[in-house]
């Protein structure tokens, strides 16, 4: 017979250590709703193990074999590599960062070490939606303009976006630039029509899709029609006057009116020939008398001495020279001064 010897020794199986070199990873397209950051979110969720979700496969290359790991893999965190903008819907890049933790004895990872995973994404507008916060209101001032000169239902001059439309749901960082417009010039209480532009700032306005109460997207301005402009009230105030005793109250030195520089900036855009510096020119049918007293108390009175003088019809003096645009004005019918009327010298 033949006898056949076998002879036996020592040897060692070393488990494998994983590395980024021999693991491939396919990710799913991940998608969030802007949130002003770059963090990579799945179903909204910020905790981080869920961004788990986007491993497509997970793969180990062992010695020219490939072995399915994706039940081992656990995430830690994924971030958009460009931007935490919308920017225009278009696909960027992704980078994950993900950690093994299978319990397989044949296979190791060095302590700390972190697997990473390139994959892409898209970060989608956020909704949020406008609403016009209330009527405004403003004293005629001669033009359309609202910002900065209407005020709010509390009284408030609206100056900012804020003041006057609320957009619900902006992130951090983004500003509300609505503004709001008059669609006429002249008074009327409770039923002007206002239009609200309603915007945010250029740099983050692609981030959002705007909606109003009813969820319809907002394309053009928002109407609003129970807004007020105030008659402005013009007083004219005449220069002390004198005369020397004639026997009568009349008051024939008329001199042109003046107005505040503010009624007189107003003014001037309704009728630029009416106002000279601060002076109201051009009036005509206004007549004047001395005497005492002023409103339903005044009596002409053609004695001498220090007087009250009233000059009347200045209000319909006013409305003839404003012509179409006299109805966005009140005016008082008699306007006071005072002036004296010195005793007759008789020699």
């Known amino acids: 017979y033949e006898m056949e010897s076998t002879a036996y020794g020592k040897g060692t199986i070393k488990r494998f250590e994983i590395n980024n070199s021999n693991v491939t990873f396919t990710m799913k397209r991940a998608t969030k709703i802007y949130d002003g950051d ?10 981080p193990s869920a961004v788990k979700n986007y491993v497509d496969t997970a793969t180990l290359q062992l010695n020219g074999k490939t072995m399915d790991i994706k039940g081992s893999i656990s995430a830690g965190s994924g971030t958009y590599d460009t931007t935490p903008n919308v920017n225009g819907g278009a696909q960027q890049g992704v980078t994950y960062e993900l950690t ?30 406008a609403t016009v916060k209330g009527p405004l209101k403003k004293i005629y001032d001669g033009t359309t303009t609202a910002m900065n000169l209407a005020a709010d239902a509390q009284g408030s001059v609206v100056t900012k976006g ?40 250029a740099a983050h306005a692609d981030n959002y899709r705007l909606v109003d109460e009813n969820g319809h997207t907002i394309t053009a301005p928002i109407e609003t029609h129970n807004n007020t402009i105030t008659r402005r009230h013009v007083a004219l105030t005449y220069a002390p006057v004198q005369k020397d005793y004639d026997a009568t109250p009349d008051n024939t030195s008329i001199g042109a009116p003046t107005v505040s520089s503010a009624d007189a900036a107003v003014l001037a855009r309704d009728r630029s020939t009416l106002i000279s510096g601060g002076a109201v020119t051009g009036l005509t049918g206004i007549t004047s ?4 007293g002023t409103g339903a108390a005044f009596a002409a009175d053609k004695n001498a001495g220090d007087k009250s003088v009233r000059y009347q019809n200045t209000g319909a003096a006013m409305r003839a020279a404003l012509g179409s645009d006299a109805g966005n004005y009140l005016f008082d019918e008699h306007t006071y001064s005072t002036g ?8």
């Open 38 to 47: 770059r963090t990579v979110k799945y179903n909204e969720s910020a905790d």
């Open 100 to 129: 093994y933790t299978g319990s397989n004895s044949n296979i190791t990872i060095a302590s700390g070490t972190k697997l990473h995973a390139a994959g892409v994404g898209v970060i989608t507008p956020k909704t949020v939606t």
């Open 162 to 201: 804020e003041h006057i439309v609320d957009i619900n749901g902006l992130v951090a960082g983004s500003k509300n630039e609505s503004t709001a417009v008059f669609t006429s010039k002249d008074a009327g209480e409770g039923n002007r029509t206002v239009h609200y532009t309603v915007g945010i700032d």
């Open 289 to 292: 008398q001395y005497g005492t």
């Open 340 to 347: 004296k009327i010195n005793k007759a010298h008789i020699n």
